[in-house]
């Protein structure tokens, strides 16, 4: 194919697609019970943010919620973020997960990468979910508790927050990849009771242990009375340094005379505690509800992945992303959910593909990133695998270039429907992305979600279409956060979105929406480039650097200072045997004039090693951005949330560099 350009059409939904898709059966039942009549997506959607309490009323009577008492009012709306939703009901989200158990299809497939795909029933789910429960009410848990995990992507995880949720106690998690202080950042503004661990994990072929680690973690959280142990890299693992531990096979009890319960809580009784990445402080600790993520949930993934029963629903993730709990969330269609622990480079990077063949996955949730590695490694999945049951892509954590869209449909299928998705922890979802009766054209999303009145506004406040503004949500949506742990007066809730637009909630990222819906993101709005006033979402330069084959990655950083002039250091990661040559330099340069402007050429190019990222695979542009401006360290960046903290060591030395100029 030839290369394509922002907007091109690239797939086109057929008849049976639109006839079977999820989002039809939703408007033929709005038209016949609710007398609602919509011909398109955009009228639905419109619908959707214009009569707000009507919407979600609906989907708690579609999905059939399973409550023991009915909301009393849906929504109850002060301005945000003073809104309360479903007053009155009383659930429990675990259970809604659970009353989806049937003896025809597993709950999970689980791969790591030293072991064969297992298969786990539902009803061996719910055996283990019940076993963990009646441990910890044993261990005292009880409603409003915390429950902490620092656990990899494994089933036991998934048992974890199922128990926790249906005592009515509070799940946050980490990924074992976290550092110890990054760790302890979260989970010490809670003040755990319960610690679900493991011994150590397998990534990328070798074995990490964590017993000294999760010492570590014991010691620095005083409320901790209770350890539980996945013996995940050992089977006898070494626990004399821990304290009050038990081994996960130990509270494994199958016993039928101990059923599993559910205690019936408020629709916005916290269900789980997630964090922001905490890459300049410490990370909020933004509390969602029971209801509010069940209904978000239920919506996305049934409406927007377009999921069913028959489908096995994959996002390659860690416990310390979002994108784990919406994992979980995809339980709510009837869908199988597919669990890969390890590295998805290990052997190599056709590893993910070779798993979306054995496990007949039909949806597959990956990253940019990913999708640039595997371009640049020049693998060919349509070639070397069978991938006939994917029908959906979703790609998240960053703008998907078009580059991206373009090697998808040329190197994975042409059939696939490719959704490029942008949300976020804060509201636990995806709050831009795919409709499966719509088409789907190159570098865009193909629209705001359902529910969602997703704008974009420029510096006065104004919607704008068809150019770049801030990312904001002008209507309340019910998985918003309840509230920030140890937050009473909600300030740091207020500053975080409510500050530039009162009343109006701004998202940090830069958005433009053309005129038939669909939307391009550009990147975090607090890192954009300014030149001479043209703003540029980095997004945009990193395409235009990166199409060159010798450039493996790259970070670009703007040091607008007060009283200087504007300074634009790019930073790029060149392929094996590859020079940053003058002729090089040149090109990326005059690329950089075609694709964006005169303005955004940088005014020198630095090779380095590395490109600093998150742990959820972020570029840490912000960070850079303040320790080059020579910010305090210690405010400017927390390496315990980086995935490669050895990378800033360039970077701090150029800072001295630049300051002694």
Request: contains cysteine; proline residues 6%.
């Amino acid at each position: 194919m030839a290369q394509i350009a922002e907007g091109e059409l690239l797939w086109e939904p057929s008849e049976e697609t639109k006839n079977q898709a999820k989002l039809t059966h939703y408007m033929a039942w709005l038209a016949q019970n609710k007398n609602k009549s919509f011909k398109t997506y955009a009228e639905l959607w419109q619908w959707s943010v214009d009569e707000i309490a009507d919407f979600w009323e609906s989907l708690w009577q579609y999905f059939e919620v399973v409550a023991s008492q009915q909301p009393s009012t849906i929504l109850n709306d002060q301005g945000m973020p003073n809104v309360t939703w479903f007053e009155g009901a009383r659930l429990n989200w675990a259970e809604n997960i659970l009353a989806k158990a049937t003896d025809e299809r597993p709950f999970l497939l689980y791969k790591d990468e030293a072991s064969a795909i297992v298969e786990l029933s539902w009803q061996e789910i719910e055996q283990k979910v019940s076993s963990l429960q009646h441990a910890l009410k044993e261990m005292g848990v009880q409603k409003g508790d915390r429950v902490v995990a620092y656990l990899p992507n494994i089933p036991e995880a998934i048992v974890g927050v199922l128990a926790v949720a249906s005592l009515g106690a509070i799940w946050s998690s980490s990924s074992p990849d976290f550092g110890t202080r990054s760790v302890l950042d979260r989970f010490t503004q809670i003040e755990p009771k319960v610690l679900l661990t493991i011994d150590g994990y397998q990534y990328n072929g070798k074995p990490f242990d964590r017993v000294d680690t999760v010492a570590e973690i014991q010691n620095a959280l005083p409320t901790l009375e209770k350890t539980i142990i996945v013996p995940l890299l050992k089977d006898a693992p070494d626990t004399s340094n821990l304290s009050n531990v038990v081994l996960w096979p130990e509270i494994m009890i199958d016993d039928e005379k101990r059923p599993l319960t559910f205690e019936q809580l408020p629709f916005d009784h916290p269900l789980w505690v997630l964090y922001s990445s905490g890459t300049t402080g410490l990370p909020k600790p933004i509390v969602h509800g029971h209801g509010g993520v069940l209904l978000e949930h239920y919506k996305s993934v049934v409406f927007h992945n377009d999921l069913g029963p028959e489908d096995r629903f994959f996002w390659f993730t860690s416990t310390g992303w979002m994108m784990w709990n919406y994992l979980i969330g995809a339980l709510l269609s009837g869908s199988t959910i597919l669990l890969f622990n390890g590295s998805p480079g290990f052997p190599n990077l056709n590893t993910l593909w070779q798993f979306a063949e054995q496990t007949g996955m039909t949806y597959f949730g990956l990253s940019p990133a990913f999708v640039s590695a595997c371009m640049k490694a020049e693998i060919e999945p349509k070639r070397d695998y069978d991938l006939s049951t994917l029908r959906g892509i979703g790609s998240t954590g960053a703008p998907l270039p078009v580059t991206g869209f373009q090697w998808i449909y040329d190197h994975v299928s042409p059939e696939v429907a490719l959704e490029s998705l942008s949300g976020g922890t804060d509201l636990c979802t995806a709050f831009v992305g795919g409709a499966r009766i719509e088409s789907i054209f190159a570098g865009e999303l193909q629209g705001a979600s359902l529910g969602a009145r997703v704008e974009a506004f420029d510096p006065d406040g104004q919607p704008v279409k068809n150019e770049v503004g801030e990312l904001v949500i002008s209507r309340p949506m019910p998985s918003m956060p309840i509230y920030f742990w140890n937050d009473p007066n909600k300030e740091r809730y207020l500053s975080s979105y409510f500050e530039m637009f009162p009343g109006i909630w701004r998202h940090g990222d830069w958005i433009k929406i053309n005129d038939r819906g669909g939307a391009v993101i550009y990147g975090r709005s607090d890192s954009t480039i300014n030149r001479k006033g043209i703003r540029m979402g980095t997004s945009e330069i990193y395409q235009s650097v990166e199409s060159h084959p010798e450039i493996l990655d790259s970070l670009v950083i703007d040091l607008e200072m007060l009283g200087r002039d504007s300074y634009m250091p790019l930073f790029v990661v060149l392929r094996e045997n590859s020079e940053l040559t003058e002729e090089l330099k040149g090109r990326i340069n005059q690329k950089l004039r075609q694709d964006a402007s005169p303005r955004h050429v940088p005014n020198e190019i630095f090779q380095v090693e590395q490109i600093p990222y998150t742990l959820s695979g972020k570029k840490m542009e912000v960070p850079i951005r303040r320790i080059l401006l020579g910010h305090d360290m210690k405010k400017a960046i927390n390496t315990g949330a980086m995935r490669n903290p050895e990378s800033i060591d360039y970077f701090i030395k150029l800072r001295d560099t630049l300051n002694n100029e």
